[in-house]
C-alpha cells in the first residue's frame, strides 16, 4: 500500500481538526482553553447574599407614645417603662428584648425614647435620638394619639401623619441605612370603647377628657355619637394604611400587617387604672405580635 502522500496529510489533519472543533474536544483533555491557549478555570457558584432581615438584631430602641412607656400599667399617670412590650425586664411581660436578646443583654442593649403624649409628629425628634445608639432593631408604636383628639375636627389628617412618618424614616435611613424597622398597628380605638364601656369605674375616668373623640359621652348611641366614632375608626385604618405603605417601601422595614389593630383585646388587657392603656398582660401580648413579626422567617 502506498503511504499518504504529503498533500493528503495535510487535508486529513484539517479535516481532524475541523471535527474536533465542531464538537467541542479538547486535545489535551479537561476544560476548553482561552484564546491564550490556557485553559479555563471552572466557573465557581457565587455565594448565596446575606438575608435583607436578621431575625435576631443585637440591639433595640423603642420610640413612639405612652403605650410604649407602660403608662399606667403599675400606677395611677405614671410611666412605667419595666412592663413596656418593647424594651421592658418585667418577667410578666417577656418583653421584645427579652425575648431577642436575653435578659442580661437587653438591660444593656435596648433604649426606649418613647414618650408618653406624642404623636407622629414628634417621631422624627425620637429618633433622631434614638440613631445615636446606632441600634440594629427600632421598634414604632405611635398614631393612637394622633386619633385621640378632642374632637374628629382636630385629629392629623391623613397627609400629615403621612409626611410625618416619612419624614421619620428618612431621619433614621439618614444615619442607620441597614437599621431595621418593625412597625406596629394602631390599636383598634372603637373596640376599646365597647369593651371599656362596661366598667362604671373607666367611664368615669374617661370624663376626665381621656381621648374625647372616641370615648366622650359613653353611654351615647345617638346618630351623632355613632358618627363621631366611625369618624374615628376610618382615620385609624387610613392611618395603618399609611403605616403598611410607607413600611413597605423599606425593605428592612416590617408592619405587623395589623395584627395589634385586629387583636379582639378584652377588659384583662386594659388597665384598671384608665380603662384606656395597656396591662400588663395586654402589654404581655403586644410583645408577643412584635416577636411573632421580627421573628418570621418570610417578610
Known amino acids: 500500500m502506498r503511504k499518504p502522500s504529503r498533500r493528503s496529510r495535510t487535508v486529513l489533519a484539517a479535516v481532524t481538526a475541523a471535527v474536533l472543533g465542531v464538537t467541542g474536544c479538547d486535545a489535551v483533555g479537561g476544560g476548553s482553553a482561552g484564546q491564550d491557549g490556557t485553559k479555563a478555570r471552572a466557573a465557581k457558584p457565587s455565594a448565596r447574599p446575606a438575608p435583607v432581615w436578621d431575625v435576631s438584631p443585637a440591639s433595640i430602641a423603642a420610640v413612639g407614645d405612652s403605650i410604649t412607656r407602660g403608662f399606667d400599667a403599675c400606677a395611677v399617670l405614671t410611666d412605667c417603662p419595666e412592663v413596656s412590650w418593647a424594651t421592658g425586664t418585667s418577667p410578666q411581660v417577656d418583653s421584645l428584648a427579652v425575648r431577642l436578646l436575653g435578659k442580661a443583654k437587653a438591660a ?20 433622631a435620638r434614638a440613631v445615636t445608639r446606632r441600634p440594629q432593631l427600632v421598634t414604632v408604636m405611635a398614631g393612637a394619639n394622633d386619633a385621640c383628639r378632642t374632637s374628629t375636627a ?8 403621612r409626611a410625618d412618618f416619612e419624614e421619620a424614616m428618612a431621619t433614621l435611613r439618614k444615619a442607620l441605612p441597614k437599621a431595621q424597622v418593625y412597625v406596629s398597628s394602631v390599636p383598634d380605638l372603637k373596640r376599646l370603647w365597647s369593651e371599656g364601656r362596661t366598667n362604671a369605674l373607666g367611664k368615669q375616668i374617661w370624663k376626665l377628657g381621656l381621648c374625647p373623640s372616641m370615648l366622650g359621652d359613653a353611654d351615647a348611641l345617638d346618630s351623632a355619637a355613632t358618627l363621631r366614632r366611625d369618624t374615628v375608626q376610618k382615620r385609624v385604618e387610613a392611618y395603618n394604611a399609611v403605616l403598611g405603605e410607607v413600611c413597605a417601601k423599606d425593605r428592612r422595614c416590617r ?4 395584627a395589634v389593630y385586629a387583636y379582639r383585646f378584652g377588659t384583662g388587657q386594659l388597665s384598671h387604672w384608665d380603662w384606656f392603656h395597656p396591662s ?8 408577643e405580635i412584635a416577636y411573632r413579626t421580627v421573628t418570621a422567617k418570610q417578610r
Do not use: C, H, I, K
Request: hydrophobic share 45%; net charge negative; aromatic share 10%.
Open 255 to 258: 408592619f405587623d400587617g395589623g
Open 108 to 127: 444593656e442593649r435596648s433604649w426606649n425614647y418613647a414618650v408618653t403624649g406624642a404623636r407622629m409628629a414628634d417621631l422624627p425628634g425620637q429618633l
Open 154 to 161: 382636630a385629629m392629623t389628617p391623613v397627609a400629615d401623619f
Open 280 to 287: 400588663v398582660d395586654g402589654q404581655a401580648r403586644l410583645a
